[in-house]
């Protein structure tokens, strides 16, 4: 078992369509994350979800739409993309509180391209 | 907010040499400072990490330096292997109710046999 899962590995998508990423976590861990990861650039945070709710929104446009329904799966809802939004979106999940250090464990990543 | 940078960008070194990344970062409230490495086509893996209350850590053949007042930290890879060859990335956080990482934007290492 790797621990964070993310499905589809791989999706191309015109931009006109409507898709989900999917993330699922059997860490048992309390928060869970989305970043963005372009070449040559440092990994960007999108969202964050600590015990099921965001708290974390970072500036991104409304065409990404994420969903918590429990603290083990996270989705992320793609609509209108453009082609700029192509890149490796990747799911993470930590254990936060005062005794962790919040170590990022992250999933394979699902590769996106907007034709 | 935070701000990473990272460098080198790209880093050749010959096998059984040394190579040291370092980063800057700019909040003097981060506490947490966590190194991954990304093999190609693989996800980030922590490889090692330090807090603000410690000045260097060591496991094996990395190690990694904190200076609080200069508000840098760099990782030291020694007798380095083709199987050190990754993209590395360093990052700083701080807060306990969840944690905003600001990444760099990464170091491949290239280790030539």
């Known amino acids: 078992e790797t621990g964070v899962t993310q499905t589809p590995r791989h999706l191309v998508m015109g931009m006109t369509n409507k898709k989900s990423l999917k993330c699922e976590q059997h860490?048992?861990?309390?928060?869970m994350y989305w970043y963005k990861q372009s070449a040559k650039k440092p990994l960007e945070l999108m969202f964050v979800?600590?015990?099921?709710?965001?708290?974390e929104n970072n500036s991104v446009p409304s065409r990404f739409s994420p969903e918590c329904p429990n603290s083990s799966h996270l989705f992320l809802h793609l609509h209108t993309l453009q082609p700029e939004d192509s890149a490796l979106y990747l799911c993470?999940?930590?254990?936060?509180?005062?005794?962790?250090?919040?170590?990022?464990?992250f999933g394979e990543g699902s590769r996106l391209t907007v034709l | 907010g935070e701000n990473v940078e990272q460098h080198p960008s790209t880093l050749s070194v010959q096998e059984g040499d040394s190579a040291v990344i370092k980063c800057t970062y700019s909040?003097?409230?981060?506490?947490?400072f966590p190194w991954y490495k990304q093999e190609l086509g693989k996800r980030p893996q922590l490889i090692i990490d330090?807090?603000?209350?410690?000045g260097e850590k060591k496991d094996q053949r990395i190690a990694v330096t904190l200076n609080k007042t200069a508000k840098h930290f760099s990782l030291h890879i020694t007798e380095t292997q083709p199987e050190d060859s990754a993209v590395y990335f360093c990052?700083?956080?701080?807060?306990?109710?969840?944690?905003?990482?600001?990444f760099g934007s990464g170091t491949k290492l290239n280790v030539k046999p």
């Open positions: 979800y600590s015990l099921e709710e965001r708290v």
């Open positions: 330090i807090r603000s209350n410690v």
């Open positions: 860490l048992g861990h309390n928060a």
């Open positions: 909040d003097s409230a981060s506490n947490y």
């Open positions: 993470a999940s930590s254990q936060v509180g005062l005794e962790y250090t919040g170590e990022l464990f």
């Open positions: 990052a700083a956080s701080k807060g306990h109710n969840f944690n905003k990482f600001y």
